[in-house]
């Protein structure tokens, strides 16, 4: 097979999630992707969610207004959650949600100082069984709260355009990336 080919097999032509147009599979893995607006952005947690399974950590993280909420909606949406249900926890530090599979807990931890807080407000109680861990604003110390993870990145790369950056930290990550390349979702 061409190397042309085998890009094109990557790339869902006209669903317009993300154009993998000069990356092979392995570079989506490490690289990430870029969604040009907030529907693609949701789009893409919708297969995060779907694919997700308990106990996963996802730490996100990007400036404001970046789409980090519209991420958590989408991947809500992929484990079963209405999307309209999802709040941003900015003034509440985490809210729960209830999935038909798993449970989502969704934690923005902008205005806490660091890792070692996040402990001291039992965040590693999260990590369970039964449910999702996404963190907004995670900051540096992940690795304290747990080893494994997966790190999203996102960053403004135009007026509605996002870069986003992918890196599993253990096997669950690393899985779960895997099916998200193979599901035609990164560019």
Same mark, same amino acid.
């Given at each position: 097979?061409?190397? /042309?080919? #085998? %890009?094109?097999?990557?790339?869902?032509?006209?669903?317009? *999630?993300?154009?993998?147009? @000069?990356?092979?599979?392995?570079?989506? !893995?490490?690289?990430?992707? &870029? $969604?040009?607006?907030?529907?693609?952005?949701?789009?893409?947690?919708?297969? *995060?969610?779907?694919?997700?399974? /308990?106990? !996963? &950590?996802?730490?996100?993280?990007?400036?404001?207004? =970046?789409?980090?909420?519209?991420?958590? #909606?989408? *991947?809500?949406?992929?484990?079963?959650?209405?999307?309209?249900?999802? %709040?941003?926890?900015?003034?509440?530090?985490?809210?729960?949600?209830?999935?038909?599979?798993?449970?989502?807990?969704?934690?923005?931890?902008?205005?806490?100082?660091?890792?070692?807080?996040?402990?001291?407000?039992?965040?590693?109680?999260?990590?369970?069984?039964?449910?999702?861990? &996404? *963190?907004?604003?995670? +900051? @540096?110390?992940? +690795?304290?709260?747990?080893?494994?993870?997966?790190?999203?990145?996102? $960053?403004?790369?135009?007026?509605?355009?996002? #870069?986003?950056? !992918? @890196?599993?930290?253990?096997?669950? =990550?690393?899985?779960?990336?895997?099916?998200?390349?193979?599901?035609?979702?990164?560019?």
């Amino acid at each position: 097979m061409t190397r /042309a080919a #085998k %890009q094109s097999r990557f790339r869902k032509k006209g669903s317009g *999630i993300f154009d993998m147009t @000069r990356m092979t599979k392995k570079q989506a !893995l490490r690289q990430g992707g &870029v $969604s040009t607006s907030p529907d693609q952005t949701q789009a893409f947690g919708r297969e *995060i969610g779907r694919l997700a399974k /308990a106990p !996963l &950590v996802i730490a996100l993280s990007g400036p404001l207004g =970046a789409g980090k909420t519209t991420l958590v #909606k989408g *991947i809500a949406q992929g484990m079963g959650i209405p999307a309209e249900d999802v %709040q941003s926890p900015s003034f509440v530090l985490i809210r729960e949600y209830a999935g038909p599979r798993q449970w989502l807990y969704h934690a923005d931890c902008y205005r806490l100082a660091g890792a070692n807080v996040m402990v001291s407000l039992g965040l590693e109680e999260y990590i369970n069984p039964r449910g999702i861990l &996404v *963190i907004e604003w995670p +900051r @540096r110390g992940m +690795r304290q709260l747990t080893e494994e993870y997966l790190e999203i990145r996102l $960053s403004v790369a135009g007026r509605s355009t996002r #870069k986003i950056t !992918l @890196r599993a930290w253990g096997s669950r =990550a690393t899985a779960l990336t895997a099916g998200l390349a193979g599901q035609h979702h990164l560019g």
